[in-house]
């Protein structure tokens, strides 16, 4: 089974979905200790549904860098089991 994992030369990170805000947007407590909005992106919109406790991969912002980010992906809880049998599932 493959597992997607964050890249981390691109700022990828772990982040706990923490509360839906609407509008596609969500608050993200992430790895690094910060708490961000994030913006989930129209391709993941329809297809997949997020929900308060989702661990998800996302990537802050260029610019409000401790402010805002983006979701790039939400784990499925077999994934989950994964990457913590892995040891690769950072807990924060």
Do not use: A
């Not at 691109?10 to 909005?37: A, H, K, P, S, T």
């Not at 998800?56 to 809880?77: A, H, N, S």
């Amino acid at each position: 089974m493959r597992v997607r994992t964050p890249r981390e030369r691109d700022g990828e990170q772990y982040g706990i979905i923490i509360q839906m805000l609407g509008f596609d947007r969500v608050r993200v407590r992430c790895e690094d200790g910060n708490i961000r909005v994030g913006r989930i992106p129209g391709r993941m919109k329809k297809r997949v549904w997020m929900r308060v406790g989702d661990t998800v991969i996302l990537t802050p912002w260029d610019f409000q860098t401790d402010e805002k980010c983006d979701v790039v992906y939400r784990y499925r809880g077999n994934e989950l089991d994964w990457l913590e049998k892995r040891g690769k599932l950072k807990v924060f």
